[in-house]
């Protein structure tokens, strides 16, 4: 497809839209991107960006930027959250010295993101909530909140977990809460911050903390396994009591956290089948539109910079769009099915009890000291994975 001049409209200014639009606004597409916010705002929280991520922010020219403002990890470390000894240590900065890992403010990614992508020629049209798609009967056709109707070239739909393309494209889809809620807040940080991932496990629980923003503040995910209901929303808050009730058990330091959260946000955990197709009619999704992830693997925003690339790759390297878009879905979807798929299972293994519980402990501790690369080496096919090369 003739991507230089192509007319390009993207749904959602999240990591995946800003970041797709950049890629096609290099090669020369025009790019137009309708967000509903009113604003690109501080929204959410930590976001830890992986090797596999880290590729695409390089190949789109934003690695300077990405380094000023993500904190470089040396370590993940799985801890007990109840008595505080570790578990396990994937010391990063050792034994992958060439493949940065970083966190971040998602606020700051996506200002990033937006600042390339501005450069390199998008508009970004924000208050633009899009009510409507109808796909199938000749051009995309988008109905915004204002009751405008427009037709477009090329749909992007990168319009996150309740996607309006992917509706069109897929039909509604029924995702089922998982009976985990996960309760996110930042914090000031202490001095000293060590620039370390920590998971603190605990029966049907973990903690998981890292600093952002050079160290200035402490990101703080709590996950429970409950009976009771929770909404699947990033804007909803909880009663502090209740994550505090929820790991009064755990170790002084992770407590101590917990007490200086004020307003914690609920997120429901929800499974969502990853979508049967991702393109159709000059359309194609991408991001948590294609594939909704737990957070329990950190993928959701790598995901959406891999899809991202791929798709201006495939577009650009195809005969027509169709060709293009089929080559996308090719590329990506097996990947986007293990990622999620063991994301699911690592729930499990960070909520072990019982003597399940101890037998895992046990031979983590031992490969820890005996094997420290092993852990590391089996995060290869994810971590290693280069959809720039
Ligand atoms: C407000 C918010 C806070 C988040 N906080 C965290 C966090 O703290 N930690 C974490 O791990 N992940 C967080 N995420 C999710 C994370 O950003 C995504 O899982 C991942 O980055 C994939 O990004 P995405 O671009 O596919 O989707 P998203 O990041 O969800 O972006 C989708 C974008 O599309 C816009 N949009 C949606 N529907 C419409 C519509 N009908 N019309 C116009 N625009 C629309 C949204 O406003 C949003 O800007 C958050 C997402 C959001 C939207």
Redesign the pocket.
Same mark, same amino acid.
């Given at each position: 497809m003739v991507v230089k001049g192509s007319q390009v409209t993207v +749904?959602? *200014?999240?990591? *995946? %839209?800003l970041a797709v639009a950049r890629a096609l606004a290099l090669r020369g597409a025009e790019v137009t991107v309708?967000?509903? *916010?009113p604003e690109i705002r501080e929204? %959410?929280?930590?976001?830890q960006i992986t090797p596999n991520g880290h590729r695409i922010l390089a190949a789109l020219g934003l690695e300077a930027e990405a380094e000023r403002e993500g904190t470089r990890a040396e370590a993940v470390e799985l801890i007990d959250g109840e008595t505080g000894g570790q578990v396990l240590k994937l010391d990063l900065l050792k034994q992958r010295p060439a493949q940065p890992f970083r966190f971040f403010h998602?606020a700051d990614l996506v200002t990033l993101l937006a600042e390339g992508a501005r450069a390199a020629g998008v508009e970004i049209r924000l208050l633009?909530? +899009?009510?409507g798609v109808t796909l199938g009967q000749g051009r995309p056709r988008l109905r915004t909140a204002q009751g405008a109707e427009v037709e477009v070239d090329l749909l992007i739909g990168?319009? %996150? /977990?309740? @996607?309006?393309v992917r509706e069109a494209l897929c039909g509604k889809v029924a995702p089922f809460f998982t009976h985990q809620v996960a309760w996110?807040a930042t914090l000031s940080a202490e001095p000293g911050i060590r620039p370390v991932a920590q998971v603190f496990m605990g029966e049907g629980r973990h903690v998981v903390s890292y600093p952002l923003r050079g160290g200035r503040q402490r990101n703080i995910v709590a996950v429970e396994e409950r009976r009771r209901w929770a909404e699947e929303s990033? @804007?909803l808050t909880d009663d502090p009591l209740a994550l505090r009730i929820a790991f009064e058990d755990f170790v002084p330091e992770v407590r101590g956290w917990l007490d200086r959260i004020e307003r914690p946000n609920l997120w429901g955990l929800f499974r969502h089948p990853v979508a049967e197709r991702w393109y159709g009619h000059g359309a194609a999704i /991408?991001?948590?539109?294609a594939h909704p992830t737990l957070?329990f693997l950190a993928q959701?925003?790598n995901m959406?910079l891999e899809d991202a690339w791929v798709l201006a790759s495939t577009l650009s390297d195809a005969a027509s769009p169709e060709e293009g878009l089929a080559a996308y879905q090719a590329a990506r979807q097996a990947r986007a099915r293990r990622i999620v798929a063991a994301a699911n299972a690592n729930a499990t293994n960070y909520h072990l009890s019982g003597v399940r519980r101890d037998l895992a402990h046990a031979g983590l501790k031992l490969l820890n000291r005996f094997a420290p690369a092993t852990m590391l080496n089996r995060f290869d096919w994810l971590y290693s994975h280069d959809v720039t090369a």
């Open positions: +749904i959602g *200014a999240g990591i *995946a %839209g309708l967000e509903q *916010a929204v %959410g929280a930590g976001l998602r633009q909530k +899009i009510e990168a319009d %996150g /977990l309740h @996607s309006k996110r990033w @804007s /991408l991001g948590d539109a957070p959701g925003a959406a």
